[in-house]
């Protein structure tokens, strides 16, 4: 890890000392609401039997996934990727996300719709899932992942303001609360550290595969567009086509101005909030910085993707 964390620490204004309040003393509880499959705490929108048919889910040559962590910038990500397709052509991404099924793949019956679609295009598809539950055709060199990781502190302020936001999960109105549930392995998805770094470790260097973080997408935008394109062996044609994708796929255009990503504008707040990194601050107690920093240095011990995440630009 870097020492970027604890230089934050020192240097922020808004980080206090206050106590924590409503934390569990002993065994903080397991998320609520998830679905429990083969031990694993997936969302309650996936079926018993979506892990299964996930790891079979037949992968087409130019399919693409999006894969991240909740609340990673998985939608920026499969906005960037469907513009990249459509050339940044407004009126074409707006009939793909029309075309499209909602939602992560493993949620409902969107293989289903998936296996529908026409041949014709590339699908473009964004999951949550776990290594061992990505179809095995991936790990095969079929298709190609955008793999999107973003430091696990704004991840976790961003995750509790989603939860808060759906207002049915009283015992998370408290931060304390949430941060606690967040560190757990049968957190939703899994904690951070259990998702994030089987992928990285074991197929960052795989030709289909392209990591990205969250941190370099808000950092060299334009930079990214242009590496995503390269990948998906896509390039855009003209320095044009390069800034409609990137202005397109911008956090103010997206949140306000062109709902292309949403089917209904009012959620789109609850998708996409603030979009900045470093928010982590606003709600970090200077003892759960630090607690949290240990656990990531004990879990980041000796692992290439610690060099990677940067809390704070």
């Known amino acids: 890890m870097t020492d970027q964390p604890k230089t934050d620490q020192q240097t922020n204004p808004k980080q206090t000392n206050r106590p924590t309040q409503n934390r569990p003393t002993d065994q903080p509880k397991t998320f609520l609401g998830v679905n429990v499959i083969n031990g694993f705490p997936w969302s309650p929108q996936v079926h018993d039997d979506t892990p299964k048919r996930l790891q ?8 693409v996934f999006v894969v991240a962590y909740p609340k990673s910038g998985t939608n920026w990500a499969r906005e960037l990727v469907r513009n990249i397709v459509c050339q940044g052509n407004k009126e074409n991404v707006k009939e793909d996300y029309g075309s499209n099924p909602h939602g992560q793949l493993e949620f409902g019956d969107n293989f289903k719709k998936y296996d529908s679609l026409s041949t014709e295009k590339p699908r473009v598809m964004m999951t949550h899932a776990p290594v061992d539950a990505l179809p095995k ?24 303001n989603f939860v808060k936001e759906k207002r049915v999960i009283e015992e998370y109105e408290e931060w304390d609360a949430f941060f606690e549930t967040f560190l757990r392995s049968d957190m939703m998805y899994g904690n951070w550290f259990d998702f994030n770094l089987p992928y990285y470790e074991n197929h960052r260097d795989k030709k289909n595969f ?10 060299d935008h334009k930079g990214c567009v242009i590496r995503i394109s390269d990948f998906l062996s896509r390039p855009l044609l003209s320095e044009e086509q390069v800034d409609k994708v990137v202005e397109n796929t911008t956090f103010s255009n997206m949140k306000a101005k062109n709902p292309i990503s949403f089917q209904r504008k009012e959620e789109i707040g609850k998708r996409m909030r603030k979009g900045v990194v470093g928010d982590w601050k606003t709600s970090f107690t200077v003892a759960q910085n630090e607690r949290f920093d240990a656990i990531y240095n004990q879990r980041m011990e000796g692992s290439a993707l610690a060099k990677q995440i940067i809390f704070g630009i």
Request: no cysteine.
């Open 210 to 219: 392209l990591f990205l973080t969250y941190e370099e997408m808000k950092l």
């Open 56 to 63: 079979s889910f037949e992968i087409r040559k130019d399919d």
């Open 137 to 160: 055709q991936a790990f095969e060199g079929k298709g190609k992942i955008v793999f999107v990781m973003r430091n696990p502190k704004d991840i976790a302020v961003s995750f509790w």
